[in-house]
């Protein structure tokens, strides 16, 4: 092994914003490239697959994987990185909880093709084509990756060790993960390296214990500058998101959806926000609670579960085949 | 055996100082309600967590049912109305999800309504069979024929990456 570590960087179902977000660490980067050999980094180096295949096995000391699992070239990726790296972290939100490519499960892979190749506006597709994993040409079989019907978050595919939190990580979050790896100063594997408090113990706005009657939109109102957003009505997900971000949001007045990801100790983003939510409503009248409970939370899989839904316990909404109704995947459909 | 009748699997959550002590009095009572639930003993219907409900769901239950003091009787004075509050956000994203209404219930029933409950839940195990067996783990693991595909993919990388001389 060289005296420098090995370094790896890989996507997925993902965004590139992760990509963005290491770059974030500025001159920094000059000091990773320092400490370490990058090995494969498909979003900034020249590299291939088969260099990493033709690897040993543990021969990359640390890989840094972005992105959900939703095609077979993905999984293989995932067990690739798995298979040559000592230490795999999920790094961002899409590795760890499935994010937003993980909201595809609130619906189906058909709908999802007949949106892409047919019904959007901007699609011209007159033959009704849609890709094949195997297709026919003279020179021989072409391949493309099979395209899952439920994306799969990081930890539901491979074995991880760690967890960088964040849609994306903070450039200061990832220096602090460096520096505990490079320092070998790493909390228990399988552990999140992170804060283990919430944004709202980072958010400036008050709290005093008050009720209300109905949430807000954020387009609804002009929220007060000094006062708990939930308590203004706004449904922020501050009580349910892991610090790391500074509280960014909530202090410039707009609520918290819950980018960094489960607090320390909460598997269900979606439960928490449920229980968090039921304790500032403001009636005992079960109808009354209804109505401000479907008027004021029109979609709850993308209030609760909008970075967690492939992570959450039922990961998915139910398939037709499975007993889901149809009446709730047009809904899905067109939401 | 012909025509097996299909027997669904109900996880029930009581609370301790109401609706097991009316579980209770079924039993002393000789009430009859049929073994198809599992109930769990908590201290209040308010210490059970929606993702206690997902849980169940999740590792493979074809049904859930809630059960504490009615309201104004908690012995925790509020708890139960944030039970309701819980119960009818969590119902509603159950519904988001794909889930029949049927599959939950939130039932109050103090210490001496034995004969409520065990009715409360006969009617729910009848409506759950009705509906016929959830599996919700079987959603996810209709992913395809994972492994042949990667399999493919790496008979693809052996034949195809070589620079050929
Ligand atoms: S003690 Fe029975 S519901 Fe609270």
Known sequence: MSEKGVLALYWAASCGGCEIAVLGINEKILDVAAAFDIVFWPCVLDGKVRDIEKMDDKSIDLCFFNGAIRTSEQEYMARLMRQKSKVLVAFGSCAQEGCIPGLANATTKEAIFQTAYHDTP????????????????????????????????????????????????????????IVAILENKLPAPGSVIGAETTVCDDCPRTRDEKKIKEFKRTWEI???????????GLVCCGIATRAGCGALCPTVGSPCIGCYGPNEGVEDFGARMMTALASVIDSDDPEEIDRIIHEGIPDPIGTFYRFSLAHSELRRIALPANGGSDAKLETAESA | MADERFEPKIIAFLCNWCSYRAADLAGTARIKYEPNIRMLRVMCSGRVDPSFVLKAFALGADGVMIAGCHPGECHYLEQNYKTMRRFSMLKHTLQAMGMEDDRVRLQWASAAEGVLLAGAINEMIEQVRALGPLDWPKNWSENGNIEEAIEQLVEEHAEAMEVPV
């Not at chain 1, 072409?142 to 939190?165: A, H, N, R, S």
């Not at chain 1, 002009?222 to 203004?232: A, G, K, R, T």
Request: with cysteine.
């Open chain 1, 122 to 177: 901007s699609t011209v597709n007159p033959d009704g084509i849609r890709p094949q994993t195997e297709t026919e040409v003279a020179e021989g079989t072409l391949y493309l990756p099979f395209f899952y019907e439920t994306v799969k978050t990081l930890g539901q595919t491979v074995d991880v060790d760690y967890y960088l939190p964040g849609c994306p990580p903070e450039p200061e979050r990832i220096w602090d993960a």
């Open chain 1, 222 to 232: 002009v929220p007060d500058p000094d006062i708990c957003l939930l308590e203004q």
